[in-house]
C-alpha cells in the first residue's frame, strides 16, 4: 500500500470533528502498514490545531492557501498533492463539501469514489469498504479493483484519536489556482437562526413528534439548557416547523454520534435511527412501550414526556449543583 492522503476540512480555522476522524482512521492503516499519514489543508491553522492533526497521526502537513472554498479547485488540488505525494488512498470526510470533492476527485482520476464507509477490512491485499444502505438495515461491502481508491468516511463511524504521534512535518506547497472554473462562490449566506453544530456535540437532546407539542416542548429545551445540549429533531419535528432543518438528525439530515443522546418522544424510525446509531449511550423516553427506539436505547423510560422530563431535568440539576 502506498501513502494515504486525507483532506482536512477546516470551520472557523479548525479542523472539523469529522476530519480528525477521518485522519485517525487513515493513521492507524497507514502505521500498520508502514506507509505514511498526509493531511492536506487549505488554510492556515493555529499552533494548537497543528498538534491535534500530529496526534492524529499526521506524518505531513501539506498546506496550499486558498482564499475560498472551490469544488473545482479544491478537487484538482487534491489530486496534483496525491500524485506528488504517492499517495493511492484518499480519505475525505463525508461532510456537504466532502461528498462534492469525493465523486469529482473520482471523475478527475477516472475512478469510483465509495461515500458513506463506515468501516474498511483487509482480507489479505484486498481493501473492502463497508456502506450502510436502506436506513442502515443492510450493509453493503465494495472493494476498488484498481486505480486510486476515493473514500468519503461517515460521521462518527471511527474514534478521534489524539495517541498515534505523527511526525507532523509542516510543507507549504504552490498549486496554481484552476482559472476556467465553471462555478465561482461569490458570497456565503447563513441561516438568521445560527449554525447548529450537532456533529461535535458531547450531549444533545432530540424532540420527536410524541414531544413538539406546545405544553411538551418547552420541557424539552429545559432539559437542553441544563445540559448545555443542543436540540435536534426527527424529520415530522422539522416538517411541522418547530426546528430549523439544520436540526434534523437522520438519514435525510445529519449523523451524529454524542457520547450522550435522549430522545423525548422519539418513536424510532429507521431513517432517524440510521442517524444516531453510533452515539456511545442513547436514553429513550416514551410512552409507548412497543417504540422502536427501545430497541437501540441503553437506558429506556415507558412514560409521558410530561411527566418524566421535569423530573428528570430536576435530577440533572440536583447533580450539577454537587
Known amino acids: 500500500m502506498k501513502n494515504i492522503l486525507t483532506y482536512i476540512e477546516i470551520k472557523d480555522r479548525a479542523p472539523i470533528k469529522l476530519s480528525l476522524e477521518s485522519l485517525s482512521k487513515a493513521s492507524e492503516i497507514a502505521k500498520e502498514k508502514s ?33 475560498a472554498y472551490n469544488m473545482e479547485d479544491f478537487s484538482n488540488t487534491i489530486v496534483k498533492v496525491a500524485e506528488k505525494y504517492d499517495a493511492e488512498d484518499i480519505f475525505i470526510p463525508g461532510s456537504l463539501d466532502g461528498k462534492d470533492l469525493a465523486a469529482n476527485v473520482a471523475a478527475i482520476l477516472d475512478t469510483v469514489s465509495v461515500t458513506n464507509v463506515m468501516d474498511i477490512k483487509f482480507e489479505g491485499d484486498e ?36 495517541d498515534l504521534a505523527g511526525k507532523g512535518e509542516i510543507i507549504k ?9 465553471k462555478a465561482v462562490i461569490r458570497d456565503v449566506v447563513t441561516s438568521t437562526e445560527g449554525v447548529i453544530n450537532l456533529e461535535d456535540a458531547q450531549i444533545i437532546v432530540t424532540c420527536g413528534r410524541g414531544a413538539s407539542s406546545e405544553e411538551i416542548y418547552p420541557l424539552v429545551k429545559e432539559l437542553a439548557d441544563v445540559l448545555d445540549a443542543p436540540i435536534s429533531g426527527t424529520r415530522p419535528v422539522i416538517d411541522d ?61 415507558v412514560g409521558d414526556c410530561k411527566v418524566i422530563l421535569p423530573l428528570f431535568t430536576e435530577e440533572i440539576k ?5
Not at 318 to 322: A, D, L, S, T, V
Request: a negative charge; charged letters at 30%.
Open 127 to 162: 481493501v473492502h469498504y463497508v456502506t450502510p444502505s436502506y436506513g442502515a438495515t443492510v450493509l453493503t461491502v465494495s472493494k476498488v479493483k484498481k486505480g486510486t481508491r476515493i473514500i468519503a468516511i461517515r460521521s462518527g463511524s471511527f474514534d478521534k484519536r489524539d
Open 241 to 301: 416547523g418547530v426546528l430549523p432543518k439544520a436540526s434534523q438528525i437522520g438519514q435525510s439530515g445529519k449523523i451524529v454520534s454524542p457520547k450522550l443522546y435522549i430522545g423525548c418522544g422519539v418513536s424510532g424510525a429507521v431513517q432517524h435511527i440510521s442517524g444516531i446509531e453510533n452515539s456511545d449511550f442513547i436514553v429513550a423516553i416514551n410512552k409507548d412501550e412497543d417504540a422502536p427506539i427501545f430497541n437501540i436505547a441503553d437506558i429506556g423510560i
Open 35 to 67: 506507509t505514511e499519514s498526509i493531511a492536506l489543508i487549505f488554510d492556515d491553522i493555529v499552533d494548537e490545531e497543528v498538534e491535534k492533526l500530529k496526534a492524529a497521526g499526521a506524518d505531513k502537513i501539506i498546506i496550499v492557501k486558498r482564499d
Open 318 to 322: 440536583k447533580i450539577k449543583e454537587n
Open 173 to 181: 506547497e504552490e498549486v496554481d489556482e484552476l482559472k476556467d472554473l
